[in-house]
């Protein structure tokens, strides 16, 4: 059995609405359905439990009826809560709004996941052979990077750190990103964040100046390039672009945290890192298919989807053989 995923990040409330195409300045546009959702870094989690590895959040939630929104949606996953809730503010939101193309425009207001402490993150223990992840969103708020880069620099030196840095990487402060780089095992992001932090190129070129430039001890790095699938590099040269599957789409929200989630649960039931990558495509193509960024599949759902798709399934160990999932 593999470790678990202890996730430092955030968790917020997405609120979503679903219109034609975006309103026009000084306009107004009504929507054809509303919905609220748990959101953030949730999805990420969603996606490495159903697929079989546990997970824990050691974030911060707030004290009001987001926070206990969030508390409720982790509890339905399985997923524990390692932190008390803030005593001073409630968990931030996202508005989402998802035109008829599946592309998605988001407003959010940061609240309790954007401040910890070291001494709120006193109970978020990490044991041999988990793996914590991170976010480009906790990184960037003043009231919570010092401490998180802080707590990840003390982790054991063979605890695997995941960084997603998010569109927001741009607004993670020069001393803050590099320490952080520095530190990470696996980096997963899309050519234009990676593109921020290591400037114009191609992806083979951002792959390898990520790795060589930035990120010196990172095992490699995974650059998401949405329906076209993602290239991967490892640090001993080694590098595939690795296709991604025609279907659908609906919904591409939360499509990017269920290719990470999935990516990091399949290496740590043991994939060899570009069969990994292949089973985070999968992912991701089942979830655009279906309403809602929390709309992970379970592992049995991608070895099937897989397996139609005309390649062999990946072994995996320590699978879960019974995950909740939402409908298609």
Known sequence: MSGRLVHVGSAVVDYVYRIDALPAPGTEKTASSYTQVAGGGFNMMVAASRT?????????????????????????????TLTTPSPVIDSGNCVAMISSDAERTFVSWPGAESLLSLDMMAPV?????????????????????DALVDWIEALPADTPLVLDPTP?????????????????????????????????GDVETLASRLLSDHSPKAVGVVIRAGAKG???????????????????????????????????????????????????????????????????????????????????????????????????
Request: charged share 15%; proline share 7%.
């Open 125 to 145: 223990s990490v044991a041999p052979g988990d793996w914590v992840f991170t976010s480009g969103y906790t990184l960037s708020y003043p009231g919570s990077r």
């Open 168 to 200: 927001v990487v741009v607004d993670i402060p020069r001393p803050i990103l590099p320490r952080i780089l520095a530190r990470t095992t696996w980096l997963s992001c899309n050519r234009m964040e990676a593109a921020a932090i290591a400037g114009p």
């Open 230 to 328: 993602c290239h991967i590099r490892l640090a001993d040269g080694s590098a595939q672009t690795s296709a991604g599957f025609e279907v659908n789409a609906i919904d591409t929200n939360g499509a990017g945290d269920t290719h990470i989630g999935a990516f990091v649960s399949a290496l740590a039931r043991g994939a060899p890192p570009f069969e990994a990558a292949r089973y985070a495509n999968a992912a991701a193509a089942i979830s655009v298919t279906r309403h809602g960024g929390s709309s992970a599949p379970t592992d049995h759902e991608i070895q099937t989807f897989l397996s139609h798709a005309g390649g062999p399934p990946i072994g995996l160990h320590g699978r879960k053989q019974e995950a909740k999932h939402p409908t298609a």
């Open 52 to 80: 079989g590895m546990k997970v824990v959040f050691g974030g911060q939630l707030g004290s009001g009826p987001n926070g206990d929104f969030l508390r409720a949606a982790l509890a339905s996953e399985g997923i524990e």
